[in-house]
């Protein structure tokens, strides 16, 4: 029920949208293409949602002289086709400048090499996470227009193999979504936990949106092991949980970022997830995520601030607003120079929220620099558009996902660089 109240809410605003308007002429658009329905359609929902929010926020602040941002947001679906043909409207017709999204790296990719690289549009995704974005980076097409607030899985994969191992899960199955980021995760996974003494008893990927998921599940089983590694999205993940429960797996579950989610657990049933443990891209509590966490899930019409890709898209979108308000202008190149510049070290920092983002206008006003520091943290963009910060480790306790530590950026590398 909450859900179909949620996607109502969501395509009723989408349709407002497209009604004709009498906005002021300087409004300017960007595009947000999110995975509102389909196996990602739960991220999406929320990524939509803390655009809207952050927007929200900086046009109550002043806007861009005045001028305010609007989100021209489109359903990819979650599907890598269907999200090029929203991109491309978006660039070719309605002209924006950005385009934040996808949520899922087999939407972002496609944008990215299909549209916003070609275009020189400038391109935002708040939970695309395939170490596949920084090769494109690296071979240089990209343009240099995308930019994520996650870190690459090349680093989730290493932190969830230490975790893994430190919980004593030294013997386990691996189920994974048969796409980019599946395929990325489970690999960058295999390399550390392996060398850290682990043992992969099978890996068995899977394709998405399937009825039942007995005959993986089964397959998994195969060596004994003592947990399952599921690499997956919340839709697809709880059925495959069942399965994996209902066959006589053992009820001890390594979980990645995605996967923090509410309806997944009821979905399965708290009382099998009581051994199920998780990472995320971390968050170095700041001001701006306190603002969040008390006012997003009022915002939003009931979704939670814990709700997956929820914080980091709020990011994404002040990040975007701040970018503009620095250019000055509705133009992808400035706009794109004018990103790293409003995260980077030196600045006034500034957090969420409209007193914050009013601080922030004047500062850019006067010409000195800002630093936001977001719900996730403070950030930084490397060359390729990547950010690195802290790993959060999780664990699920009464139904409800408990932060039970935290793993830094350094100490993941040092174990990436040992592989």
């Given at each position: 029920m909450r859900t179909t109240f949620l996607l109502s809410t969501i395509f009723a605003a989408l349709a407002a949208s497209t009604?004709?308007?009498?906005?002021?002429?300087?409004?300017?658009?960007?595009?947000?293409?999110?995975?509102?329905?389909?196996?990602?359609?739960?991220?999406?929902?929320?990524?939509?949602?803390?655009?809207?929010?952050?927007?929200?926020?900086?046009?109550?602040?002043g806007g861009v002289d005045g001028c305010k941002?609007?989100?021209?947001?489109?359903?990819s679906q979650s599907q890598g086709n269907v999200a090029v043909d929203q991109a491309t409207q978006l660039v070719n017709i309605k002209k924006v400048p950005v385009i934040i999204g996808g949520i899922i790296s087999s939407v972002s990719i496609p944008i990215l090499t299909s549209v916003t690289a070609p275009a020189g549009v400038v391109q935002v995704s708040p939970a695309s996470s395939s170490p596949t974005l920084t090769q494109l980076g690296r071979d240089g097409k990209t343009n240099g227009v995308f930019f994520r607030t996650i870190t690459s899985d090349a680093l989730q994969g290493t932190a969830a193999a230490k975790y893994a191992i430190d919980q004593g899960l030294k013997k386990i199955a691996v189920i994974n979504v048969n796409n980019d980021f599946g395929v990325?995760?489970?690999?960058?996974?295999?390399?550390?936990?392996?060398?850290?003494?682990?043992?992969?008893?099978?890996?068995?990927?899977?394709?998405?949106?399937q009825s039942s998921y007995s005959s993986e599940a089964s397959?998994?089983?195969?060596?004994?092991?003592?947990?399952?590694?599921?690499?997956?999205?919340?839709?697809?993940?709880?059925?495959?949980?069942?399965?994996?429960?209902?066959?006589?797996?053992?009820?001890?579950f390594l979980l990645n970022d995605g996967m923090n989610s509410k309806d997944f657990i009821e979905s399965v049933g708290a009382q099998y997830l009581e051994n199920a443990y998780g990472t995320s891209s971390g968050t170095a509590p700041t001001a701006s995520t306190e603002y969040f966490n008390s006012?997003?899930?009022?915002?939003?019409?009931?979704?939670?601030?814990?709700?997956?890709?929820?914080?980091?898209?709020?990011?994404?979108?002040?990040?975007?607003?701040?970018?503009?308000?620095?250019?000055?202008?509705?133009?992808?190149?400035?706009?794109?120079?004018?990103?790293?510049?409003?995260?980077?070290?030196?600045?006034?920092?500034?957090?969420?929220?409209?007193?914050?983002?009013?601080?922030?206008?004047?500062?850019?006003?006067?010409?000195?620099?800002?630093?936001?520091?977001?719900?996730?943290?403070?950030?930084?963009?490397?060359?390729?558009?990547?950010?690195?910060?802290?790993?959060?480790?999780?664990?699920?306790?009464?139904?409800?996902?408990?932060?039970?530590?935290?793993?830094?950026?350094?100490?993941?590398?040092?174990?990436?660089?040992s592989n």
């Open positions: 009604a004709p308007t009498f906005a002021a002429e300087c409004d300017i658009t960007v595009g947000v293409v999110m995975e509102l329905t389909g196996p990602a359609g739960e991220y999406g929902q929320a990524g939509a949602k803390s655009v809207e929010m952050a927007f929200r926020d900086f046009n109550d602040a941002i609007v989100a021209d947001t489109r359903d990325n995760m489970v690999r960058e996974f295999t390399t550390a936990y392996t060398k850290l003494g682990g043992t992969i008893t099978t890996t068995t990927p899977y394709n998405e949106k397959a998994a089983m195969a060596g004994e092991p003592d947990a399952l590694y599921l690499v997956s999205t919340p839709v697809d993940g709880a059925t495959i949980a069942r399965a994996w429960i209902s066959g006589g797996g053992k009820q001890a006012t997003y899930e009022a915002f939003s019409g009931g979704i939670s601030a814990s709700a997956p890709a929820a914080d980091r898209s709020y990011d994404a979108g002040a990040i975007v607003a701040l970018a503009i308000a620095k250019a000055g202008k509705p133009d992808a190149a400035a706009i794109k120079a004018a990103i790293p510049q409003v995260v980077a070290e030196g600045g006034t920092p500034v957090h969420a929220g409209k007193a914050e983002f009013e601080k922030a206008l004047q500062l850019i006003k006067d010409g000195k620099p800002v630093k936001y520091e977001g719900v996730i943290g403070p950030v930084s963009f490397d060359q390729y558009g990547d950010i690195t910060g802290p790993f959060r480790l999780w664990k699920i306790t009464n139904g409800e996902v408990t932060t039970v530590g935290e793993m830094s950026a350094e100490d993941v590398t040092k174990i990436k660089a």
